[in-house]
């Protein structure tokens, strides 16, 4: 089977204010554009078979920077999660409602109010790529390489399956802005080859006050500024 790079969109106006976006038409940043100018330095040097992407600005901004002489084919189910009234409001903020805590620990049983539930997202998600592996695989074989360009927790969701792992544990997965993360299906399970690779070391450095708790929506990445 193919191998697909789960490429993350670049830092954006949303991430840096520490706000959660959503499917709102928030865009990159200067420090996002950045991130998908070098990130597009390492994709152009590969044979890529195709490029599918979110149809969000913030995606379709990152490939026409980092791939701009390839076709990009939107998919609806590569787009963020639906977070319904969560949506663009502060993390702060949202880190003290009665649901975040279950966001953390148990987000297989999350419905965010007036949107999507995250086990939905993860499904659909998931079938997305499968899909789209499988149709490459037939028509490129299977030393083919693809690009996906989707959103944080889209990301580790797929992730968390491609591992075996169970959706309440993809809060463990991390997806940093503009990072790829290199996944290989195969007839009897899936490799994950590389893992929220950015090339730049700054990334391991923690965020100020980190803890426990995940950034929803996957956000600024560490060591941003």
């Known amino acids: 089977m193919a191998t697909v790079l789960l490429l993350r969109h ?75 009234d969560w949506e663009g409001r502060p993390l702060k903020e949202l880190a003290k409602d009665p649901l975040w805590p279950v966001v953390q620990q148990h987000p297989s049983a999350v419905v965010f109010p007036n949107g999507e539930a995250m086990a939905e997202m ?10 789209w592996d499988d149709l490459i695989t037939k028509e490129h074989g299977p030393e083919a390489v693809w690009v996906a360009c989707s959103h944080g927790d889209v990301i580790k969701a797929i992730v968390a399956d491609a591992l075996g792992l169970h959706l309440d544990q993809f809060q463990r997965i991390v997806a940093d802005p503009a990072s790829i993360t290199a996944i290989r299906y195969t007839p009897t399970r899936p490799f994950v080859v590389r893992l929220n690779e950015t090339g730049d070391l700054a990334s391991v450095v923690p965020p100020k006050q980190a803890d426990s708790d995940a950034a929803v929506g996957g956000g600024a990445g560490g060591g941003a500024v």
């Open 10 to 84: 670049g830092r954006t106006t949303a991430n840096a204010a520490g706000g959660l976006a959503g499917r709102q038409p928030v865009e990159l940043d200067d420090t996002g554009r950045d991130q998908a100018a070098r990130v597009g330095e390492r994709l152009r040097k590969l044979p890529l078979a195709e490029v599918v992407t979110s149809p969000l600005i913030r995606c379709r901004q990152t490939l026409e920077i980092a791939l701009p002489d390839l076709a990009h084919q939107p998919d609806e189910g590569l787009i963020e999660c639906g977070y319904g």
């Open 122 to 131: 993860s499904a659909r998600a998931v079938k997305t790529i499968r899909k």
